[in-house]
């Protein structure tokens, strides 16, 4: 069965650092990855994805992802950290026909 | 930008009442998901629905659940007798045409439901 982990449930960060939020994923075939950002009180909106291809993928507001097969990683990534990044991030994987997401990673970023 | 919503934003509703959440998605989206999400926790797949029909469904999904899709538009989630446990918040999600596993999902705002 298709899951996706989330190691840990909280991640602080000053701005103007860069910040990784980490996933790692266990398929059976091809992995079809996502990332997801949850703001308070509303729903989860979508950051990226990896179906095939370059190895890093870039997304909406500045964040990338990197996929790695042999450690089975999809680590969410950005460069420089805003305040505004602060949200709940969720990892997904895609199954035959849902998505199973991963327990979601609490990201602080500190003026 | 077109988006899915959810109605009511919230509903509260007392313990063996019925209660049915509705979802309008994205017009030319075909596949169809609800979610929930207990408060702080994990988001949790509940059932996909394609083609008039549940493609798949988790075991949350038991015999107090049912979807339809009773017009053109809307997408709704019924909950039978309700338990304080149903307490959640509950996400629709819609994808576009196309290979289903190559597309993201677009969620709705959620709706929260309380049960007392």
């Known amino acids: 069965a298709q899951s996706v982990a989330q190691p840990e449930d909280q991640v602080n960060v000053a701005e103007g650092n860069p910040l990784t939020v980490k996933c790692t994923y266990s398929?059976?075939?091809?992995?079809?990855l996502f990332w997801y950002v949850q703001y308070p009180n509303r729903g989860l909106q979508f950051l990226l994805k990896?179906?095939?291809?370059?190895?890093l993928v870039k997304g909406s507001y500045g964040f990338e992802a990197e996929f790695n097969k042999s450690q089975t990683s999809f680590h969410l990534k950005k460069p420089s950290a805003l305040v505004s990044d602060s949200a709940l991030y969720f990892c997904a994987v895609r199954g035959d026909n849902d998505m199973r997401f991963g327990a979601g990673t609490r990201l602080t970023v500190k003026p | 930008e077109p988006e899915v919503t959810q109605t009511p934003s919230h509903q509260v509703t007392q313990m063996g009442q019925e209660v049915i959440l509705r979802c309008v998605p994205i017009?030319?989206?075909?596949?169809f998901y609800w979610y929930r999400q207990i408060l702080g926790q994990k988001v949790e797949f509940l059932v996909s629905?394609?083609?008039?029909?549940?493609?798949?469904k988790s075991e949350i999904f038991d015999d107090q659940f049912s979807v339809e899709r009773p017009d053109g538009s809307n997408f709704t989630l019924k909950i039978r007798s309700t338990k304080l446990e149903d307490s959640a918040m509950y996400f629709c999600?819609?994808?576009?045409?196309?290979?289903?596993?190559?597309?993201?999902?677009?969620f709705g705002p959620g709706t929260r439901l309380t049960v007392t």
């Open positions: 990896y179906i095939t291809g370059d190895n």
């Open positions: 629905f394609y083609n008039n029909e549940i493609s798949e």
């Open positions: 398929v059976s075939g091809n992995p079809y």
């Open positions: 999600a819609s994808s576009p045409p196309g290979d289903i596993q190559l597309k993201e999902q677009y």
């Open positions: 017009s030319n989206h075909l596949y």
